[in-house]
């Protein structure tokens, strides 16, 4: 039989609290969903770098909720996130789908206090309840595309939630 190879978080690449670096190389992120966030890549905590003509394609991907393409998030993590873009490299996000922030979905924490909940209802840990930061950088050239992708989340004046990219800080 057939089995189902859809992941809950990250179809095809779930990084937490680590690092990539690609170094004059391409990654391609293609076709990949997740049941609900994610449907490319979910990055929760950690650094990625494009250096020396790194290219990055995310496309056609779809996650149930959020992040068609790549979802960020810091609220259950140890580390910040760092996103860095060289002058001669590219990250392109391209034809991916979900509810919300389709090609890009970014979500940090911003509030310290002794008792936080995630907006699931679920309390999160006083260790992880501070600031984490979320820097994408893109030098001098450098290129970030987020184009043609749909949300399916429409509110009441009619527009999309974040096609292609929404930030929130909760």
Do not use: W
């Given at each position: 039989?057939?089995?189902?190879?859809?992941?809950?978080?990250?179809?095809?690449?779930?990084?937490?609290?680590?690092?990539?670096?690609?170094?004059?190389?391409?990654?391609?992120?293609e076709?990949?969903?997740?049941?609900?966030?994610?449907?490319?890549?979910?990055?929760?905590g950690?650094?990625?770098?494009?250096?020396?003509?790194?290219?990055?394609?995310?496309?056609?991907?779809?996650?149930?909720?959020?992040?068609?393409g790549?979802?960020?998030?810091?609220?259950?993590?140890?580390?910040?996130?760092?996103?860095?873009?060289?002058?001669?490299?590219?990250?392109?996000?391209?034809?991916?789908?979900?509810?919300?922030?389709?090609?890009?979905?970014?979500?940090?924490?911003?509030?310290?206090?002794?008792?936080?909940?995630?907006?699931?209802?679920?309390?999160?840990?006083?260790?992880?309840?501070?600031?984490?930061?979320?820097?994408?950088?893109?030098?001098?050239?450098?290129?970030?595309?987020?184009?043609?992708?749909?949300?399916?989340?429409?509110?009441?004046?009619?527009?999309?939630?974040?096609?292609?990219?929404?930030?929130?800080?909760?």
């Amino acid at each position: 039989g057939q089995s189902d190879k859809r992941q809950y978080f990250g179809g095809s690449i779930f990084m937490m609290d680590s690092s990539i670096v690609i170094d004059n190389s391409e990654l391609i992120i293609e076709k990949s969903s997740s049941t609900y966030m994610g449907g490319g890549m979910y990055m929760l905590g950690g650094s990625m770098t494009l250096q020396n003509h790194a290219k990055v394609h995310i496309t056609k991907n779809n996650a149930y909720s959020m992040g068609g393409g790549m979802m960020i998030d810091t609220i259950e993590s140890q580390k910040n996130v760092v996103i860095s873009i060289d002058s001669q490299s590219s990250f392109e996000l391209d034809e991916n789908s979900c509810t919300f922030g389709s090609g890009m979905y970014i979500v940090g924490l911003s509030y310290i206090g002794p008792k936080l909940t995630n907006g699931y209802g679920r309390v999160l840990p006083s260790k992880i309840a501070r600031n984490r930061k979320i820097d994408v950088n893109i030098h001098n050239g450098g290129i970030l595309n987020i184009h043609h992708n749909s949300a399916k989340m429409y509110l009441a004046s009619g527009l999309p939630m974040g096609v292609g990219l929404l930030v929130q800080f909760s």
